[in-house]
């Protein structure tokens, strides 16, 4: 059974387009993340949410809405899509900030 | 926030030799410190990791050091493998109880001649 999975692996699309990526994770833990890694492998944290709490936001454009209906999912939305976001999106989990366990990762490519 | 510096980006060593990735990191309320391996187009995994009470831990082939004065820390491979090629991130973090999450190294990338 995998830990923490998101769909879709890839995702295709124009540009101005919406789109939507989910995470699930079956580990009951109590910390859930996404990262984004760029082409030049650097992975940054975008949000961090605690049993459904946002604790962390950093310098994300709001055009990226996380959303979390329960402590097991925790999903991105991002809105008018540019070229600039393509990139490999993570989620992940952990207990208590440690031991980050990953998605297998979400290839988005802006058209 | 939490900065993390990461040496060498890419690293190329002969099979069997060791290879050696130093981090250093800027908050000293950090206190957890995991090291990550990624193959190519696969997810970050964590390899080991350690506590800033501990300053050296070992596993196998793999160590890691810390030192917390001068807020660095180190991955040793001894042995050199063709799979041990891949990416290696050190990460920082732990502070606030860890609701900042991970900070992480931009990564090196290991390469093992045959």
């Known amino acids: 059974d995998t830990a923490v999975s998101q769909t879709p692996k890839y995702l295709v699309t124009q540009m101005g387009n919406d789109k939507s990526i989910k995470c699930e994770q079956n580990?009951?833990?109590?910390?859930m993340y996404w990262y984004k890694q760029d082409s030049k492998k650097f992975l940054k944290i975008m949000f961090s949410y605690n049993n459904k709490e946002l604790i962390i936001n950093e310098t994300v454009p709001n055009r990226f809405s996380p959303k979390s209906p329960d402590k097991a999912h925790l999903n991105l939305h991002i809105n008018s899509l540019e070229l600039g976001d393509s990139a490999v999106y993570f989620c992940?989990?952990?207990?208590?900030?440690?031991?980050?366990?990953f998605g297998s990762g979400t290839q988005l490519s802006v058209l | 926030g939490e900065n993390v510096e990461q040496h060498p980006s890419t690293l190329s060593v002969q099979e069997g030799d060791s290879a050696v990735i130093k981090c250093t990191y800027s908050d000293s309320a950090s206190n957890y410190f995991p090291w990550y391996k990624q193959e190519l187009g696969k997810r970050p995994q964590l390899i080991i990791d350690i506590r800033s009470n501990v300053g050296e831990k070992k596993d196998q082939r793999i160590a890691v050091t810390l030192n917390k004065t001068a807020k660095h820390f180190s991955l040793h491979i001894t042995e050199t493998q063709p799979e041990d090629s891949a990416v290696y991130f050190c990460a920082a973090g732990g502070s606030r109880g860890g609701a900042d999450g991970l900070t992480f190294g931009k990564g090196t990338h290991l390469i093992i001649q045959p």
């Open positions: 580990l009951g833990h109590d910390t």
């Open positions: 992940a989990s952990s207990r208590n900030g440690e031991k980050l366990f």
